[in-house]
């Protein structure tokens, strides 16, 4: 679809400030400065399934397993595990010499403790400790798993690098439970956080953790191998406006900017001095997410409405622009390209739209012209752009739209309350997943429907969790694929909630930054060269 009105000012206010001139920064070659996507708005990795939160973590945790770009799992904090009694008993062992960033050892009891926290939230540590019978360690270096029956997938559980990661903290913090955020970020991971520099909405700062003992064996692979830091300090610099972001690029003010808009790629690539790179094959997923406690989406005949009247093209385009290369429609449940990626009940998405159907389908349903609240991260261009077309498709089939505009950390806060629209309540966002995180049901939040227990939104259906279940205890490749496609023809009726296709969002870079890990933004590893 053609640029917007709001996107068209956007880039011609980028455009004026590429053109600026600007007084670069003197080098420091220590120190690497970084624009991330949006600001941080929340510090903890199991409060908050916001992938800026989840790269923020990765600098101050560490897992016990890393994973690797074939999303294989291997021992990061653990030295090695042993398996018995037919895979019923699991003992990790920690590695020697791990260290809390207050000093204090890593002990067994902490790791219990924060697997404990992190599998009240996360789907796959839901569908590990449902497994479990006991959890406990048995002495300071010793994690122990007894399980009701095999769960092979422990290792990938306790290694995934998507949202809600399990990230290891001392006993003290993850004892306060997933309701409520750590007070203190303290993890024992290559970097510390410097709470005392942070400026909320300018600044966050990491600085290297000399006591922080990498792998000695491994290959550096997404979050596995050894994790190398070759800077005395990261700076995270919020800047809410692209084209300021680029010029700082361009003009060495900053090292690296996450996720330029696309309109301003073809500069960036012709500047000199710059790298232009996808660091993630896997890209993203755009997720249209409703709310199921309250009209009008509590009714299942609206939600599949709005699925008929979405054109995963609209919302891409609006996204990536006109480049096919980086951005994808006929998106399904699943990640493309990956083992599960099934063309089950894809009509759903794929079939011509027609609005005026849907529109009939609306008032057939009973809709008595409810608000939808749609909550809208303003400052976050791939979302606010998904939102502006949400809006005007779910207008063109007579629903009444409430565009409430807000800042991504607002955004966050509200998608936890569960009240009705008129007492501050919401009826839905858009955001975008990591293709990695819908890679299988296991760990696919947003594909959990177990009701109150589920992500924000809190969709019900029995005939998903048993699908998903039985996914678990799938005995080869042929049984998981079967049972996917039965999840993903369930999910186009129920509609937890709605794919809006797949885009690739290359990071823009100084040249002189060399090895960086592919996967999301890794701070380990790269170096000036």
């Not at 007579?398 to 629209?421: A, E, H, I």
Request: proline letters at 7%; one cysteine or more; aromatic letters at 10%.
């Amino acid at each position: 679809m053609p640029s917007s009105p709001t996107r068209r000012i956007l880039i011609a206010g980028a455009a004026a400030a590429l053109a600026a001139p600007r007084l670069a920064l003197a080098a420091n070659e220590k120190t690497l400065r970084f624009v991330p996507r949006t600001d941080l708005g929340v510090l903890d990795p199991i409060w908050s399934s916001a992938i800026i939160t989840r790269n923020h973590a990765f600098m101050v945790y560490d897992t016990l397993y890393g994973q690797d770009s074939d999303f294989e799992p291997s021992p990061q904090m653990v030295a090695g595990h042993r398996i018995e009694a037919d895979g019923r008993l699991w003992s990790l062992t920690l590695r020697d010499g791990l260290l809390w960033h207050d000093g204090e050892r890593v002990l067994a009891r902490d790791c219990v403790a924060s697997i404990r926290r992190w599998g009240v939230k996360d789907a796959f540590g839901q569908a590990l400790m449902a497994a479990t019978d006991e959890l406990a360690a048995p002495d300071d270096r010793t994690i122990l798993f007894r399980l009701k029956a095999p769960f092979p997938f422990l290792p990938h559980a306790l290694g995934k690098s998507a949202a809600f990661f399990p990230a290891m903290m001392p006993e003290r913090l993850a004892s306060v439970g997933p309701a409520k955020q750590v007070t203190e970020i303290v993890g024992s991971g290559p970097f510390r956080y410097r709470a005392d520099e942070r400026v909320p909405g300018a600044r966050n700062v990491y600085e290297r953790f000399s006591a922080y003992k990498p792998r000695e064996d491994g290959t550096v692979s997404r979050t596995a191998g050894p994790k190398r830091v070759h800077f005395d300090r990261v700076e995270w610099i919020t800047m809410s406006d692209p084209g300021t972001a680029a010029s700082a690029l361009r003009a060495g003010e900053v090292d690296w900017v996450d996720y330029p808009v696309i309109d301003l790629l073809p500069m960036l690539r012709s500047s000199p001095g710059l790298g232009v790179k996808i660091l993630d094959p896997k890209g993203l997923i755009g997720v249209f997410r409703m709310n199921h406690l309250q009209p009008p989406f509590d009714n299942p005949k609206i939600r599949r409405a709005v699925l008929a009247a979405f054109d995963q093209s609209e919302f891409m385009q609006s996204v990536a622009g006109d480049d096919r290369s980086l951005w994808r429609d006929g998106v399904g449940f699943f990640c493309p390209d990956t083992p599960l990626a099934t063309d089950a009940g894809m009509a759903a998405v794929t079939s011509p739209r027609d609005l005026a159907a849907a529109k009939r389908a609306i008032v057939e349903a009973g809709y008595k012209g409810e608000p939808v609240a749609l909550i809208v991260s303003s400052d976050f261009p791939a979302l606010k752009a998904m939102s502006d077309v949400a809006a005007e498709t779910m207008q063109k089939i007579g629903l009444t739209v409430d565009y409430q505009s807000l800042d991504w950390g607002t955004v966050q806060q509200r998608r936890y309350k569960r009240d009705p629209v008129d007492k501050g309540g919401w009826s839905a966002f858009c955001t975008n997943y990591e293709g990695a995180d819908l890679a299988d049901p296991a760990g696919h939040l947003a594909l959990r429907t177990n009701g109150p227990q589920a992500w924000f939104g809190w969709p019900s259906d029995s005939t998903i969790e048993d699908l998903r279940d039985r996914w678990l205890l799938a005995k080869d490749l042929a049984e998981q694929k079967a049972l996917a496609a039965a999840i993903q023809r369930e999910a186009f009726v129920n509609v937890p909630y709605i794919p809006l296709g797949q885009f690739f969002a290359p990071t823009a870079y100084r040249s002189n930054l060399k090895d960086l890990v592919d996967g999301f933004a890794i701070f380990w590893n790269v170096r000036r060269g």
